[in-house]
């Protein structure tokens, strides 16, 4: 639902988390499992590793869906170096781009480019808060970091910097979970082209992805409501609807915006601004800029009046949760 903001250069301030020697292991052992098991086919990959960490999401994209070709040709027994205690079992892939080994540093990562990044709401939902916070002077995250390709459909993209997608854990853990990507998004019945289309224009992390522009928030009456003086004191009359492109309706579908957008607490902001935006038409805004300015002194301008009342500049600032769906009721 957000796009993420990738500084210049963050490419490479990511790669410093991983010494020298780090780097020149995974290369080996990329290597050695390009030649090995994978019989050299994995031409779409890049030869050096450190491609692959910092690739853009419509690389990582054609990465994907050419790992799940290559890969469904080889067993799964091949590819497992060793089973855990839980019965998990661990493949090459995921020994080499190791994401458990990796988290922490990878969060601290995060957590020391929130502000950059725009780390303040849920890039899926937009509804949550996230960010960071102090405990015992040690900074903590209140976000998870979500594979958009799943770690374990392509575990060669688990430590791929645009394939991190800051979220809450309700979007992470609670709806999108280990779903299968095709099935979270219902791409099944499309090829690999328009999987590919889709994918880069629904991932926050792609430079397609545009989604202020493709779904628009709408407040609406529900059929048959009985109209009272304001719009909150009717709010069992209103419903909040996305109103989507095709291909961005995966994503709220998936996503299951509509619902969760009508929760009480979603709703009664929505219709609380509305009932704002009755009481300060443009006209009503125009008298008020009038009689402060009665004397033919400009003390304040309309601009500023229009930003006392609705925050507009000050939300966009600092990135304000539910941030499209204020500015489309305010359109």
């Known amino acids: 639902?957000?796009?993420?903001?990738?500084?210049?250069?963050?490419?490479?301030?990511?790669?410093?988390?991983?010494?020298?020697?780090?780097?020149?292991?995974?290369?080996?052992?990329?290597?050695?499992?390009?030649?090995?098991?994978?019989?050299?086919?994995?031409?779409?990959?890049?030869?050096?590793?450190?491609?692959?960490?910092?690739?853009?999401?419509?690389?990582?994209?054609?990465?994907?869906?050419?790992?799940?070709?290559?890969?469904?040709?080889?067993?799964?027994?091949?590819?497992?170096?060793?089973?855990?205690?839980?019965?998990?079992?661990?493949?090459?892939?995921?020994?080499?781009?190791?994401?458990?080994?990796?988290?922490?540093?990878?969060?601290?990562?995060?957590?020391?480019?929130?502000?950059?990044?725009?780390?303040?709401?849920?890039?899926?939902?937009?509804?949550?808060?996230i960010g960071k916070f102090l405990k015992a002077k040690e900074k903590r995250r209140s976000f998870d970091i979500d594979h958009f390709y799943p770690q374990n459909e392509c575990p060669i993209l688990a430590l791929s910097l645009k394939n991190f997608v800051p979220s809450?854990?309700?979007?992470?853990?609670?709806?999108?979970?280990?779903?299968?990507?095709?099935?979270?998004?219902?791409?099944?019945?499309?090829?690999?082209?328009?999987r590919k289309n889709t994918l880069c224009k629904i991932s926050p992390t792609s430079k397609d992805y545009n989604f202020n522009e493709n779904v628009f928030i709408r407040v609406l009456p529900k059929n048959g409501f009985d109209k009272k003086v304001s719009f909150l004191d009717n709010m069992s009359s209103y419903e909040i609807n996305f109103d989507a492109t095709d291909d961005y309706k995966h994503e709220t579908e998936a996503f299951c915006l509509s619902q969760r957008y009508n929760s009480v607490?979603?709703?009664?902001?929505?219709?609380?601004?509305?009932?704002?935006?009755?009481?300060?038409?443009?006209?009503?805004?125009?008298?008020?800029?009038?009689?402060?300015?009665?004397?033919?002194t400009q003390y304040v301008t309309f601009d500023e009046i229009e930003e006392t009342i609705f925050h507009k500049k000050f939300d966009k600032e600092r990135k304000a949760p539910l941030l499209k769906l204020k500015q489309d009721i305010l359109e």
Not at 11 to 29: A, G, H, N, P, R
Not at 275 to 296: R, V
């Open 265 to 296: 607490t979603i709703l009664a902001e929505a219709l609380s601004l509305l009932d704002l935006k009755k009481k300060f038409p443009l006209a009503k805004m125009k008298e008020i800029q009038d009689l402060l300015n009665a004397n033919g």
């Open 168 to 194: 809450c854990q309700v979007c992470n853990s609670r709806i999108k979970g280990k779903t299968a990507l095709f099935d979270f998004y219902r791409l099944q019945n499309l090829n690999d082209s328009e």
């Open 1 to 129: 639902m957000k796009k993420i903001n990738y500084p210049a250069g963050i490419e490479d301030e990511y790669l410093q988390i991983f010494s020298d020697d780090e780097i020149k292991t995974f290369q080996q052992d990329w290597d050695n499992n390009k030649r090995n098991l994978y019989k050299n086919e994995l031409k779409p990959f890049p030869a050096n590793v450190k491609d692959i960490l910092t690739a853009s999401f419509e690389e990582l994209t054609d990465f994907y869906l050419a790992f799940r070709l290559i890969s469904t040709n080889i067993s799964t027994t091949k590819r497992v170096t060793r089973t855990k205690k839980d019965g998990t079992q661990i493949t090459e892939d995921e020994e080499i781009f190791n994401y458990d080994y990796f988290r922490n540093k990878i969060a601290e990562f995060f957590i020391e480019h929130d502000s950059p990044m725009g780390i303040t709401s849920c890039f899926y939902c937009d509804a949550h808060p």
